[in-house]
């Protein structure tokens, strides 16, 4: 399994500003491209079919399959600022005016240059998120900065599952019972449930319309709807793929609204998960904003949503719910936006900005669907031999009956010529007398 990570340089982030004639250009840097491998660790298994485990995943960098370097330099929104503005902008004036002061003392402007490898997994030190830590306003648990810093082979970072096993129950298998030790999120009423599987396991899948999947990193679950099959390593599969409900916030499913959660509701096609990331103004979306609402890419430029590239897809054997391909891409977003408390705040417009999006890709390997064609003839292999070999028995019956007839009328012939022989050879000898 190969994690993609695509970077956004912003090219024009010095006329940023609400004034500005030009709209903010990005342009996408990447793939850089790691090698994924995923363990399951601290099992604990119980007696009500459930197993209780935490997940560790490995990443390491592949420079052969990446497009640039980890030393690629990017140029972004201060991630830390605007996390630490979004997160205390509901404080007094006075809170927000001294942490402006504090920030601009420390250097910091609304825009950073980073490499791709600060951003993406070693963290970068900063004196803002620093001191942010020691005052408590700041919202980020870490001594350093990166999307996925202190992710990379730790067994507790994900959380602790607890998932079904099938033992009782096999069209349970993989669904998630409980994360972290409830089975509710964050969010709001129905979109705060723990449901849908890990992504490893899954139950059979013969007509099922959608599927759905919990991820830790979002705090949710992710549905995904069927479209059509198709064959893969000589296995016919079903594919599910995302459609513009996945990430719907109430503009196209009512019941979705709880994903606003007394927020302002933006417009479809990007969900808040802000109460998941620490209260970052954390936003996530198909990459490019791929069948979100246009106005996210109409107030910057650089978006090129592409089906075939950005479409979140898995496809399925479906009598064993085995996945024989994967797809899983997602876009990370933050929200700026005007603080007149703020200086660095004051005249920039809002805009969601693209911060990056990644790919998880796998294949299931041809000696793994080899073993599984295998597997899905057996009964009807089981049946061939079954009958055939109950055939073979009654024509071997039928054999033995013709033989067994055919020698007992033989040996009741010999018997009569036996007896006329007897007959004959006895008549001279009774006439002599």
């Given at each position: 399994?190969?994690?993609e990570?695509?970077l956004?340089?912003?090219?024009?982030?010095?006329?940023?500003?609400?004034?500005?004639?030009?709209k903010?250009?990005?342009?996408?840097?990447?793939?850089?491209?790691?090698?994924?491998?995923?363990?399951?660790?601290?099992?604990?298994?119980?007696?009500?079919?459930t197993?209780?485990?935490?997940?560790?995943?490995?990443?390491?960098?592949?420079?052969?399959?990446?497009?640039?370097?980890?030393?690629?330099?990017?140029t972004?929104l201060?991630?830390?600022?605007?996390?630490?503005?979004?997160?205390?902008?509901?404080?007094?004036?006075?809170?927000?005016?001294?942490?402006?002061?504090?920030?601009?003392?420390?250097?910091?402007?609304i825009?950073?240059?980073?490499?791709?490898?600060?951003?993406?997994?070693?963290?970068?030190?900063?004196?803002?998120?620093e001191?942010?830590?020691?005052?408590?306003?700041?919202?980020?648990?870490?001594?350093?900065?990166?999307?996925?810093?202190?992710?990379?082979?730790?067994?507790?970072?994900?959380?602790i599952?607890?998932?079904?096993?099938?033992?009782?129950?096999?069209?349970?298998?993989g669904?998630?019972?409980?994360?972290?030790?409830s089975?509710?999120?964050?969010?709001?009423?129905?979109?705060?449930?723990?449901?849908?599987?890990?992504?490893?396991?899954?139950?059979?899948?013969?007509?099922n319309?959608?599927?759905?999947?919990?991820?830790?990193?979002?705090?949710?679950?992710?549905?995904?709807?069927?479209?059509?099959t198709?064959?893969?390593?000589?296995?016919?599969?079903?594919?599910?793929?995302?459609?513009?409900?996945?990430?719907?916030?109430?503009t196209?499913?009512?019941?979705?609204?709880?994903?606003?959660?007394e927020?302002?509701?933006?417009?479809?096609g990007?969900?808040?998960?802000?109460?998941?990331?620490f209260?970052?103004?954390?936003?996530?979306?198909?990459?490019?904003?791929?069948?979100?609402?246009?106005?996210?890419?109409?107030?910057i430029?650089?978006?090129?949503?592409?089906?075939?590239?950005?479409?979140?897809s898995?496809?399925?054997?479906?009598?064993?719910?085995?996945?024989?391909?994967?797809?899983?891409?997602?876009?990370?977003?933050?929200?700026?936006?005007?603080d007149?408390?703020?200086?660095?705040?004051?005249?920039?417009?809002?805009t969601?900005?693209?911060?990056?999006?990644?790919?998880?890709?796998?294949?299931?390997?041809?000696?793994?669907?080899?073993?599984?064609?295998?597997?899905?003839?057996?009964?009807?292999?089981?049946?061939?031999?079954?009958?055939?070999?109950?055939?073979?028995?009654?024509?071997?019956?039928?054999?033995?009956?013709?033989?067994?007839?055919?020698r007992?009328?033989?040996?009741?012939?010999?018997?009569?010529?036996?007896?006329?022989?007897?007959?004959?050879?006895?008549?001279?000898?009774?006439?002599?007398?």
């Amino acid at each position: 399994m190969y994690l993609e990570m695509y970077l956004f340089n912003w090219t024009n982030a010095d006329e940023f500003n609400s004034h500005a004639t030009t709209k903010p250009n990005f342009v996408e840097l990447g793939p850089y491209v790691f090698k994924e491998v995923d363990y399951k660790v601290n099992e604990v298994w119980h007696d009500n079919g459930t197993v209780t485990f935490q997940q560790k995943r490995v990443w390491h960098f592949e420079e052969s399959m990446s497009k640039g370097s980890l030393s690629d330099k990017v140029t972004n929104l201060n991630a830390i600022a605007t996390t630490i503005a979004y997160t205390i902008r509901h404080r007094s004036r006075f809170i927000r005016e001294t942490v402006n002061t504090l920030i601009r003392t420390a250097g910091e402007t609304i825009i950073t240059t980073k490499t791709a490898g600060e951003l993406l997994f070693d963290g970068y030190k900063d004196p803002v998120l620093e001191a942010g830590s020691v005052a408590n306003y700041s919202g980020i648990p870490f001594d350093k900065f990166a999307w996925f810093y202190g992710r990379n082979n730790s067994e507790t970072y994900d959380g602790i599952f607890n998932m079904f096993t099938g033992a009782t129950d096999i069209h349970k298998i993989g669904s998630i019972e409980k994360w972290k030790y409830s089975n509710r999120t964050k969010f709001a009423g129905y979109c705060g449930i723990v449901n849908g599987t890990n992504g490893d396991l899954w139950p059979p899948l013969p007509d099922n319309k959608t599927v759905s999947i919990f991820s830790s990193d979002l705090c949710t679950s992710l549905s995904l709807t069927m479209q059509n099959t198709t064959v893969h390593q000589g296995l016919v599969g079903t594919k599910y793929v995302s459609d513009k409900n996945m990430l719907d916030n109430g503009t196209n499913v009512p019941s979705r609204k709880c994903f606003c959660n007394e927020v302002e509701c933006q417009p479809s096609g990007v969900l808040n998960i802000s109460s998941c990331k620490f209260g970052a103004p954390a936003f996530i979306s198909l990459p490019h904003f791929y069948l979100a609402d246009e106005s996210y890419r109409n107030s910057i430029t650089g978006m090129n949503p592409n089906k075939e590239k950005h479409e979140f897809s898995m496809t399925f054997e479906p009598t064993t719910g085995i996945p024989i391909q994967i797809r899983a891409t997602v876009q990370i977003s933050l929200l700026v936006q005007p603080d007149d408390a703020m200086s660095l705040f004051r005249n920039v417009p809002k805009t969601y900005v693209p911060m990056m999006w990644f790919a998880q890709r796998a294949d299931l390997p041809s000696s793994y669907a080899s073993g599984i064609i295998f597997l899905l003839i057996l009964p009807t292999l089981g049946c061939v031999i079954f009958y055939g070999i109950a055939g073979i028995g009654v024509l071997l019956f039928f054999i033995g009956s013709v033989l067994f007839v055919r020698r007992r009328r033989g040996h009741n012939e010999e018997q009569k010529l036996i007896a006329k022989k007897v007959k004959t050879d006895v008549s001279p000898i009774v006439d002599e007398f």
